[in-house]
């Protein structure tokens, strides 16, 4: 079974931290990794990694996908409150469709 | 541009009752996949369907169904509801089955007493 696991499952840090989120993934196909970022109901998109070592920016938010250790990091730097979130992230499989198969997610929480 | 939309947003059920969940993608994406999201789990995929074929079918018992239309909304049913069934449906649009990111709705409470 291709399974997903994140950790740490919940995280408390302060406004202006740094933080690291872990994604690792067991595979016997894979094509991408997915990072999403989810307040209340509806997974936002972050980030689509297809390629190891090269990183993805937006903002304070960065991603990496290293598909030899098969993992994956989400970074986000000067924290703020508005990063309170579980953050989840997701494989596709190398064949047709692009089926997300999910971890159980990281559960952030930025105090002031 | 209007994202992905579902309805309803909550729905309240009894044991053994049916229910139809609806879900209308982004403008062009001719993809639509449902996720069932147990709380304080990830989401889990149900259904794929592009051009109103499945092209993916998660671990879910028959009692789970769905299809596309000809203008790519879709409808999921759930026959029979177990109170395990009671969960937030997450409906996913995306242009193709290829190497796209998916955009997703922001779901239906579905609780089942």
């Known amino acids: 079974e291709d399974k997903v696991v994140q950790s740490p499952l919940s995280l408390v840090v302060h406004e202006g931290d740094t933080v690291t989120l872990n994604c690792s993934y067991e595979v016997t196909n894979f094509r991408s990794l997915l990072w999403y970022k989810q307040e209340k109901k509806a997974p936002t998109f972050l980030f689509m990694l297809t390629s190891s070592g090269i990183e993805k920016k937006s903002g304070r938010l960065s991603s990496i996908l290293d598909k030899k250790e098969l993992f994956s990091i989400l970074n986000i730097t000067a924290t703020q409150t508005g990063d309170s979130a579980v953050y989840l992230c997701?494989?596709?499989?190398?064949?047709?469709?692009?089926?997300?198969?999910f971890g159980g997610g990281t559960r952030l929480m930025v105090k002031p | 541009d209007a994202g992905v939309t579902q309805s309803p947003t909550h729905l309240i059920k009894t044991r053994g009752q049916q229910v139809t969940l609806r879900c209308s993608p982004i403008s062009g994406h001719k993809s639509v996949s449902w996720y069932q999201q147990v709380l304080g789990q990830g989401p889990q995929f149900i259904f794929q369907?592009?051009?109103?074929?499945?092209?993916g079918r998660g671990n879910f018992p028959d009692r789970f169904s769905a299809r596309q239309f000809p203008n790519y909304s879709s409808e999921l049913n759930v026959n029979a509801l177990l109170l395990g069934d009671s969960a937030l449906y997450l409906c996913?649009?995306?242009?193709?089955?290829?190497?796209?990111?998916?955009?997703f709705g922001p779901g239906t409470r579905l609780t089942v007493l």
């Open positions: 996913a649009s995306s242009p193709g089955t290829s190497n796209n990111e998916q955009f």
């Open positions: 369907y592009y051009e109103k074929e499945e092209r």
């Open positions: 997701a494989r596709t499989p190398n064949n047709a469709g692009n089926m997300l198969t």
